[in-house]
């Protein structure tokens, strides 16, 4: 693996007794670059946030996060390293201050005061209180301040949206593309909702079923699925790289893999009149394959 990319996992498996939970799992994150995991609950995203954090082994396949084995890793390593799991095990005896020195302890040499501080005002969290009294949604930005603390170069963060109102997970957003821009970091995160990635991520990748089905960056991904809408009684033959088809009012909605030119081509040579070809969103993209 060259030091351009972040992380890169070949062929990666993972079981839990007889249930495979990840299998043949193959993805590559360039370094400076955000990353989205999408796959609904339970295909196996937060196994692959754990290997990747180093918390569990792969049964078969490597992973590289850094250049290192992230079961194995240097401490020098794992402190550029920031992961906020999905369920956040903060101190919850402490309060948010307490928790920040406790993580500022760790990490003396990397720890930025004057960013915590600005942060901790911006996502408006309290400095009174125990943290076990913090709704989900505050809980997530306090973790994610803890790690945000020590300006990690690699974040991996396991589905960090939900509890969040609009406003928190446009600030959210902000924030990760901020630190994009500021220090190069590589954002790593898992999710299903679609719709936040819009001008966030510049890679994704779909798991189902353990299986990764779909990987690359936003243009690649777009680039490989189209729509061709066309009056229901026109009821074309097959076309090229259908993958199916479905009726929509008087509309007729086929989902293709094939060129848009070969479409037209196709189309036309039927006789076939007022259709129209366009690019799937990713959030299409994510319905058809997940």
């Known amino acids: 693996m060259t030091a351009a990319v972040a992380i890169q996992a070949d062929r990666v498996e993972k079981r839990f007794g007889r249930k495979t939970v990840l299998q043949e799992l193959s993805l590559r994150v360039p370094a400076g670059s955000c990353y989205a995991l999408l796959g609904r609950n339970g295909a196996g995203k937060t196994t692959l946030m754990r290997l990747l954090a180093g918390q569990l082994l792969p049964a078969a396949g ?55 501080t600005a942060l901790c005002r911006r996502l408006q969290l309290p400095e009174t209180g125990r ?33 969040l109102d609009p406003a928190a997970r446009r600030e959210w957003q902000d ?31 779909i798991l189902r079923e353990g299986r990764m089905v779909a990987e690359g960056t936003i243009e690649e991904l777009r680039a490989r699925w189209r729509e061709v809408r066309l009056p229901a009684a026109a009821s074309p033959g097959t076309l090229p790289g259908e993958i199916r088809r479905e009726v929509l009012a008087d509309t007729l909605r086929v989902v293709t893999t094939a060129p848009e030119a070969e479409l037209a081509a196709a189309l036309q040579q039927q006789r076939i009149g007022g259709f129209r070809i366009q690019s799937l969103t990713l959030e299409e993209i994510f319905l058809e394959l997940a």
């Open 175 to 205: 924030v990760i593309l901020e630190s994009l821009a500021e220090t190069g970091c590589t954002v790593f995160f898992s999710t299903h909702q679609i719709g936040e990635l819009t001008g966030i991520c510049d890679r994704a990748g």
């Open 131 to 163: 943290i076990g009294d913090f709704s989900f949604g505050t809980a997530g930005k306090a973790a994610l301040l803890g790690v945000l603390g020590r300006r990690p170069e690699l974040l991996l963060l396991d589905d960090p949206l939900p509890g």
């Open 62 to 116: 490597c992973i590289r996060v850094l250049g290192e084995d992230p079961a194995d890793c240097r401490l020098e390593t794992a402190a550029r390293i920031g992961y906020v799991a999905e369920r956040r095990h903060l101190w919850r005896e402490m309060t948010l201050p307490e928790y920040l020195q406790y993580q500022q302890a760790f990490f003396p040499e990397r720890w930025d005061d004057a960013l915590v």
